[in-house]
């Protein structure tokens, strides 16, 4: 069976498949899911689509590209849901250096404050990190954060994986993948050792090879898996299993039934 590590199945465009879509991943093999969340609006939804899927494990933080609507008080606010919820993680938190994303200050203001929450709580954290490796590197350093997580959606050098990995963090690997023409992330992919990453699709976002355009959801999985088994010349069962034992290292709290 199959987890997925990162997919934001609260996300309206979900509200009239999410059931049908439950049950088709359960069917394919697809049985555990991590939702991080993005705004302190967003919270309270995932909490209670939590209750209705118990396949779901949650994580609660401020994402870097949305924080136009953060303010510095849900810094507090944070702690305090996470500890009320007893959640998995922090996240979906980190720096995004994308051409249109918020101020760079203002970023680093809010991860370095949710960086040290997770770290007083003992909590792992799920990292966005689009062209900030080092950066990110560089403040998970500078406050003592320990605790490791998960950088989804890697996309860096072997170089930056090994730096990441040696602060405790595995690598979320996704759609990306699947492209043929993706040959550094191949690449590097191939030189990671066994306990460096897990699965993830992002979805709705990083559709896979082939399905470019739609909206992407969890049974992306076994296709990834597929990708992932050819590259690393192993099995599609090792990688399912080799990766859930990653997520379940990674996440102390997540229930052993689940996997």
């Given at each position: 069976m199959y987890n997925d590590s990162h997919c934001h199945l609260d996300f309206s465009v979900f509200d009239s498949s999410r059931d049908a879509l439950m049950s088709a991943c359960q069917q394919?093999?697809?049985?555990?899911?991590?939702?991080?969340?993005?705004?302190?609006?967003?919270?309270?939804?995932?909490?209670?689509?939590?209750?209705?899927?118990?396949?779901?494990?949650?994580?609660?933080?401020?994402?870097?590209?949305?924080?136009?609507?953060a303010?510095?008080?849900?810094?507090?606010?944070?702690?305090?849901?996470?500890?009320?919820?007893?959640?998995?993680a922090i996240g979906e938190i980190g720096l995004d250096c994308w051409p249109g994303a918020m101020a760079l200050d203002k970023q680093q203001f809010f991860f370095?404050?949710?960086?040290?929450?997770?770290?007083?709580?003992?909590?792992?954290?799920?990292?966005?990190?689009?062209?900030?490796?080092?950066?990110?590197?560089?403040?998970?350093?500078?406050?003592?954060?320990?605790?490791?997580?998960?950088?989804?959606a890697f996309n860096g050098s072997l170089v930056q994986a090994n730096r990441l990995q040696e602060l405790g963090f595995i690598l979320g690997i996704g759609g990306t993948i699947t492209y043929p023409r993706a040959k550094k992330a191949h690449r590097v992919l191939a030189e990671l050792e066994d306990t460096a990453f897990v699965l993830e699709t992002d979805s709705p976002d990083m559709p896979v090879c082939g399905f470019q355009g739609e909206v992407n959801t969890p049974l992306s999985i076994p296709r990834i898996a597929q990708s992932v088994a050819r590259i690393r010349n192993s099995s599609v069962a090792d990688i399912a299993r080799q990766t859930n034992n990653n997520l379940l290292s990674t996440f102390p709290k997540w229930y052993k039934d689940t996997l």
């Open positions: 394919a093999g697809v049985e555990g899911f991590l939702v991080p969340s993005t705004t302190r609006s967003s919270w309270q939804r995932v909490t209670r689509l939590a209750v209705a899927y118990p396949q779901w494990r949650v994580a609660y933080g401020l994402h870097p590209y949305f924080l136009g609507e303010k510095s008080d849900d810094i507090e606010h944070l702690a305090e849901c996470c500890e009320t919820n007893d959640a998995l370095s404050r949710q960086l040290i929450i997770a770290r007083d709580l003992k909590l792992p954290i799920i990292v966005h990190a689009r062209k900030s490796y080092d950066l990110v590197i560089k403040a998970v350093r500078d406050t003592g954060f320990i605790y490791g997580g998960i950088v989804h």
